[in-house]
């Protein structure tokens, strides 16, 4: 069964610094999003990506994050400068464009120190 | 986006029928209805989705009145393996073509032996 990717499955950072998170969605899939979810509470939708562009992204999405697809695989979340609140798990899905299912990766645990 | 009510917890023993009713009153016409399981530290996955009536596949199915206004998620005869949270979502794809999801709490559930 094809699957999303994730790497690292953990990170550690100090507050302040830059995150890249990385994801190989499934080849023939054409939307990708990035979900969050801090432990213990909901998973929270952040943005999503089409044809190169951002489709939609929430009011979590600010200036401090930024999404690429660099080449015709990867799918990198960027975290400019991170804060302590933006510990958790951070999942990639991709989807087919008739699809209402995603596919989710096993995520990546970011912990800001 | 339609709201979702659901049960916070279940218990089931093994080898039981597992009925998770999730109720939706606000629905619209395009939205379709959405299961995802999730254990933890992993990435919600895909189970069941559907329009009106009813869905089956390998792992469940799906029972969804002529209101719509509600829908159940059947999983036949559970094991430990299930013991898991299961979210009920309803949306459809936006303007832009990505479909955005929004998790509530789930139902956690807990399988006995």
């Known amino acids: 069964e094809p699957e999303v990717t994730q790497t690292p499955s953990h990170q550690v950072t100090q507050m302040g610094q830059e995150v890249i998170l990385r994801c190989v969605p499934i080849?023939?899939?054409?939307?990708f999003y990035w979900y969050r979810q801090i432990l213990g509470q909901k998973v929270e939708f952040l943005v999503s990506f089409y044809n190169n562009e951002i489709s939609e992204k929430s009011e979590i999405f600010d200036d401090q994050f930024s999404v690429e697809r660099p080449d015709g695989s990867n799918f990198t979340l960027k975290i400019r400068s991170t804060k302590l609140e933006d510990s958790a798990m951070y999942f990639c899905?991709?989807?087919?464009?008739?699809?209402?299912?995603?596919?989710f990766g096993s995520g990546t645990r970011l912990t800001v120190v | 986006l339609a709201k979702t009510t659901q049960p916070i917890s279940m218990d089931s023993y093994e080898g039981q029928e597992v009925n998770i009713t999730c109720s939706h009153n606000n629905i619209a016409t395009n939205d379709y209805i959405t299961w995802y399981q999730q254990f933890p530290s992993q990435g919600p996955r895909f189970i069941i989705q559907?329009?009106?009536t009813k869905v089956t596949n390998e792992v469940a199915s799906l029972f969804i009145p002529a209101d719509r206004k509600s829908s159940t998620l059947s999983l036949p005869r559970v094991s430990l393996s299930d013991t898991a949270v299961y979210y009920c979502l309803v949306g459809a794809r936006s303007g832009a073509g990505s479909y955005q999801l929004t998790f509530g709490k789930g139902t956690k559930l807990s399988v006995i032996p």
């Open positions: 559907g329009y009106k």
């Open positions: 080849s023939n899939h054409l939307y």
């Open positions: 899905a991709s989807s087919e464009p008739q699809n209402y299912g995603y596919t």
